[in-house]
């Protein structure tokens, strides 16, 4: 079993949707809880973060995060076709000294107009 | 102002061959990773760097995997006797320090062919 968990999809909505992300984890040593969009050819850009367990909004983004159950979720609202990416969760660690994210193998969305 | 550039942005090589694969952090960082990420996975950690020192280079595959950061800016990932499943992208991220309230920016990554 992997530490992170992740479904890759494919997930296809239609505009105005809703979308939920989720993921899970099996390591209660992670301490922080990121989501990270990556367009085709593209590098990975954070989009969210947070440390505690409940809910972070930011515009259309809501990330939430359930330690006891280890469980992590992105929510986004009125979807758009530029959403259309590949969402990453990602967990930090402190191991060997030094900050280490480990990712989740990412969802791919595609959002039709 | 100038994001974290990769390059080449492709490379083909054959199994066997030596490649070398380059990365210019954001000006003023002094946190520098690399990553692995294969077709259908995330990014896996290979190597993280503060200043001019491997940190953390833990997640190294093997000993044909080499990374320097001579003078704490430009980088280069160093890949002796390739092997066709070191095909992946390999992506290089920047940050302003080495803690987790640090974000890491990513360039756009090699995407390494092994024939």
């Known amino acids: 079993q992997k530490e992170v968990e992740q479904d890759p999809g494919p997930l296809s909505v239609p505009e105005g949707a809703i979308v939920s992300l989720n993921c899970t984890y099996s390591?209660?040593?992670?301490?922080?809880f990121m989501w990270y969009r990556q367009y085709s050819r593209k590098g990975p850009e954070l989009l969210m973060y947070?440390?505690?367990?409940g809910n972070k909004e930011d515009g259309r983004f809501t990330a939430q995060v359930d330690k006891s159950s280890k469980y992590i979720s992105l929510f986004i609202r009125d979807s758009q076709p530029s959403d259309s990416a590949t969402y990453l969760c990602?967990?930090?660690?402190?191991?060997?000294?030094?900050?280490?994210?480990?990712f989740g193998k990412g969802t791919k969305l595609t959002v039709n107009p | 102002g100038a994001g974290v550039s990769q390059t080449p942005s492709n490379k083909v090589t054959e199994k066997g061959k030596y490649v070398e694969l380059r990365c210019d952090p954001i000006?003023?960082?002094?946190?520098l990773y690399w990553y692995r990420q294969s077709l259908g996975q995330g990014p896996e950690f290979l190597i993280y760097?503060?200043?001019?020192?491997?940190?953390?280079d833990s997640g190294l595959p093997n000993d044909r995997f080499f990374a320097v950061r001579p003078e704490g800016s430009v980088s280069t990932l160093k890949i002796q006797r390739t092997e066709r499943g070191d095909s992946a992208v390999y992506l290089c991220?920047?940050?302003?320090?080495?803690?987790?309230?640090?974000?890491?920016?990513f360039g756009p990554g090699t995407r390494l062919t092994v024939l």
């Open positions: 991220a920047s940050s302003p320090g080495g803690g987790w309230d640090n974000e890491q920016f």
């Open positions: 390591n209660s040593a992670f301490q922080y």
């Open positions: 760097f503060q200043g001019t020192g491997a940190a953390d």
């Open positions: 990602a967990m930090s660690i402190t191991q060997g000294g030094s900050e280490k994210l480990v």
């Open positions: 000006s003023g960082h002094t946190a």
């Open positions: 947070t440390y505690s367990s």
